[in-house]
Antibody, heavy 121, light 110 residues
Framework: EVQLVESGGGLVQPGASVRLSCTAS????????FNWVRQAPGKGLEWVSHIAGSSDNIYYADSIKGRFIISRDNAKSSLYLQMRGLRAEDTAVYYCAREGHPLIPGFFDHWGQGTLVTVSS | DTVMTQSPISLPVTPGEPASISCRSN???????????LDWYLQKPGQSPQLLIYLGSSRASGVPDRFSGSGSGTDFTLKISRVEAEDVGVYYCMQTLGYSFGQGTKVEIK
């Protein structure tokens, strides 16, 4: 069974840093691209970042470019999001989402349960 | 940037009746491959989103056939032929040329 479990969220102060993790199981992690998607409280979905299976293609949303870094460790079946310079507007549930087909962009076929990051003093 | 606009924002529905959601892009999502790079997702209350439709009109595995996607280029539609109570939630379109979501359409039972 495919499972994605996010962790690392919590209450952080403005300007602080935090690293989110997404641990995968039930499939060969390195074969898939992954994305981070966030959802501010009561708001819609916002795509954040994409990383290909071998980390050779990485993309970011303009809203977080230069502050967030996506990475992965295929040996540990883990995806990461290093977040720096956090702002109140970064407060959201952060989901990791697997791109389920090697030839079809998007196709987010599995999502984690999300981890909440709250940026507040 | 590709901007996705959904309508309506809120959609009260009657069980057994059809429902339709529109999604428009400010840029064509028709790829040179001939496919439209657009997904549809449903986020049920308290849950993570789930994939319904990919490449504009292909149903994901396990998705009931009452859901269908259509459209090409900049105009797309998600249709539910006969709404069931379990279909309530927020529906999002997402363009997959560069990844961005529509603002969502909340479907609720009348």
């Amino acid at each position: 069974e495919v499972q994605l479990v996010e962790s690392g969220g919590g209450l952080v102060q403005p300007g602080a840093s935090v690293r989110l993790s997404c641990t995968a199981s039930g499939f060969t992690f390195s074969n898939y691209s992954f994305n981070w998607v966030r959802q501010a409280p009561g708001k819609g979905l916002e795509w954040v970042s994409h990383i290909a299976g071998s980390s050779d293609n990485i993309y970011y949303a303009d809203s977080i470019k230069g502050r967030f870094i996506i990475s992965r460790d295929n040996a540990k079946s883990s995806l990461y999001l290093q977040m720096r310079g956090l702002r109140a507007e970064d407060t959201a549930v952060y989901y990791c989402a697997r791109e389920g087909h090697p030839l079809i962009p998007g196709f987010f076929d599995h999502w984690g349960q999300g981890t909440l990051v709250t940026v507040s003093s | 940037d590709t901007v996705m606009t959904q309508s309506p924002i809120s959609l009260p529905v009657t069980p057994g009746e059809p429902a339709s959601i529109s999604c428009r892009s400010n840029q064509s999502l028709l790829h040179s491959s001939g496919h439209n790079f657009l997904d549809w997702y449903l986020q049920k209350p308290g849950q993570s989103p789930q994939l319904l439709i990919y490449l504009g009109s292909s149903r994901a595995s396990g998705v009931p056939d009452r859901f269908s996607g259509s459209g090409s280029g900049t105009d797309f539609t998600l249709k539910i032929s006969r709404v069931e109570a379990e279909d309530v939630g927020v529906y999002y379109c997402m363009q997959t040329l560069g990844y961005s979501f529509g603002q969502g359409t909340k479907v609720e039972i009348k």
